[in-house]
């Protein structure tokens, strides 16, 4: 079912299994708060699931944040949109009594996890950024040890040069996250190897979570 909650539409899928970590999905352009419920339920079978859709709208596609070109970031609305991502988590938390989340993000999703993770380094417990980019050129500082971070980029994803992603694993780690970062043999979209790859590391998740 669709709500509303702190400025965002979002849909909310309760968890079955009790001390599974809920997972909050991030759509990538064009996508909205349906688009990746399948693919939660796959990657983190029995999690919450909580799919807030983008504010932004580009030619009518939502997205996250404002982009000025393709890779090309408006990191002052970045900046903004991310603190209300935050804002909007710590306001489901309450409303549903849910953990801190494991952010499962693609594309612009995934891009502002990845900026959640340093600049509100308190909401998030983990994340899988699938074809993440850097998000800010000057990332705040900020200290997030024991934070799990899987990142999944494609070998020929023409959107971005394979140095990006491999940066953005040097910011987090330099911030003390834990980052696994995997190549897979795709381009910008999903394939199975990914939704394998983020199960395998949500489950790992799952059995350190206290229950
Ligand atoms: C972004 O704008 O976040 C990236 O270019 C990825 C995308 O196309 O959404």
């Known amino acids: 079912m669709t709500d509303n909650l702190a400025g965002f539409t979002y849909r909310f ?57 393709e890779g090309v970031f408006d990191e002052a609305d970045l900046k903004q949109r991310t603190d ?6 710590i306001a489901a938390r309450k409303r549903y009594a849910l953990e801190a989340p494991i952010a499962l993000g693609f594309s612009n999703g995934a891009n502002i996890a990845a900026a959640m993770l340093m600049q509100r380094p308190d909401i998030l417990s983990g994340a899988v950024l699938l074809r993440a980019m850097v998000p800010y050129g000057g990332p705040p500082a900020a200290s997030i040890p024991g934070t799990s971070v899987l990142i999944a980029s494609g070998a020929q994803d023409p959107i971005m040069p394979a140095s990006n992603p491999a940066q953005l694993a040097a910011q987090l780690r330099e911030r003390g996250a834990a980052v696994d970062h995997r190549i897979v043999p795709a381009g910008h979209g999903l394939t199975q190897a990914d939704v394998n790859l983020a199960a395998a590391f949500v489950k790992n998740i799952a059995v350190k979570a206290p229950a």
């Open 84 to 89: 209300a991502l935050a804002d909007f988590v």
């Open 13 to 69: 899928e309760k968890g079955s299994a009790a001390g599974s970590p809920p997972i909050l999905l991030l759509h990538g352009t064009g996508g909205d708060e349906n688009d990746l419920i399948d693919l939660g339920r796959v990657v983190a079978p029995g999690s919450a699931l909580l799919s807030p859709r983008g504010q932004v709208l580009e030619h009518g596609m939502p997205r996250f944040f404002r982009r000025l070109a």
